[in-house]
């Protein structure tokens, strides 16, 4: 069995004025656990990790684990400053967590060989596996097949979010073996699983979670045209989530039922009224 294999949702952080709202957090990942996805990454980009100070990203995380087993817990981790980073990392990994979600540096655009260094450097100095955010178009660099490969020699470093747009590269690492890969685009899931990759980290998995859970296994048991109904079904409200900037479509979601505000930090603004509108008229035409 893969190490990081399923369905791993990458939580929003709820706000309330501001403020970060505590019991709407522990109450979403009680949410999230009882429909049974394998884990839940915190502070990702979906979290809104950089409009949060270090110390309120390790309070979410205490939060997070004071409800969900460490094993099934992500951390998300970026910056440009080696030293602030790997504070950082010494500080994440004294909790019981079960791996640190890593981006390239952002906004300098590194060469490769710089890049590899990086990764090995934080995965040299941690103590818990290392997961290799691969988003370029947030970084602004891609990682490429031969540095992936070579950081996959690396005992820490065990397994991708696939965000790269590279069907290619994705087909050579799944054929490689070396490196679980997990798609971080969610309208890829069913081809990553369906080529042999271990799961997803899927930020619109916090809308019917059950059904994305429901469509690994229906892939692992070879039930290919129950998957594709599945997924099928699932892509309307897959694109609803992303039609405004990420995570604001999901918080207006989550807000209709109550389980927290409509409320994003800055620079981030709530989604247009178009668009909630459109999420309020699909979550009303189907069943929850």
Same mark, same amino acid.
């Given at each position: ?33 009882k ?16 409009m ?33 980073? $790997?504070?950082?990392q ?29 990764? &090995? ?17 947030? &970084?602004?660099?891609? $990682?490429?097949?031969? &540095?992936?490969?070579?950081l996959?020699?690396?005992p ?16 050579? $690492? ?23 990759? &271990? ?14 859970v ?5 892939v ?8 594709r ?20 479509a ?39």
């Amino acid at each position: 069995m893969s190490t990081f294999s399923g369905i791993w949702v990458p939580l929003v952080t709820p706000f309330n004025q501001g403020e970060i709202d505590f019991p709407a957090l522990s109450s979403l990942c009680h949410h999230v656990m009882k429909q049974g996805v394998a884990g839940v990454v915190v502070c990702g980009t979906t979290g809104e990790a950089p409009m949060l100070s270090d110390e309120e990203q390790l309070q979410v995380l205490d939060v997070v684990l004071s409800v969900v087993p460490g094993e099934k817990v992500m951390m998300g981790l970026s910056g440009t400053h080696l030293p602030s980073v $790997l504070a950082m990392q010494q500080a994440i990994t004294q909790r019981p967590i079960a791996a640190i979600l890593l981006p390239a540096p952002y906004y300098i655009r590194p060469s490769q060989a710089a890049l590899e260094v990086w990764f &090995t450097e934080l995965a040299d100095k941690s103590s818990v596996p290392i997961v290799v955010y691969n988003v370029p178009y947030r &970084t602004g660099i891609h $990682l490429e097949l031969e &540095t992936l490969r070579r950081l996959a020699k690396h005992p820490r470093i065990v397994a991708i979010k696939d965000c790269g747009g590279s069907h290619d590269l994705t087909c050579s $690492l799944i054929a490689d073996g070396e490196l679980d890969v997990m798609s971080g685009e969610d309208g890829q899931i069913l081809s990553t699983l369906c080529m042999g990759g &271990t799961g997803a980290i899927a930020a619109s998995s916090h809308i019917f979670p059950e059904k994305f859970v429901a469509l690994v296994k229906q892939v692992e048991a070879g039930d290919l045209a129950a998957a594709r109904k599945n997924f099928f079904e699932l892509m309307p409200m897959i694109r609803l989530m992303f039609s405004a900037p990420n995570p604001a479509a999901i918080k207006f979601a989550l807000s209709l039922d109550g389980m927290m505000k409509n409320e994003l930090r800055a620079p981030l603004l709530p989604a247009p009224v178009n668009v909630e509108e459109a999420v309020k008229d699909y979550l009303n035409s189907v069943s929850r």
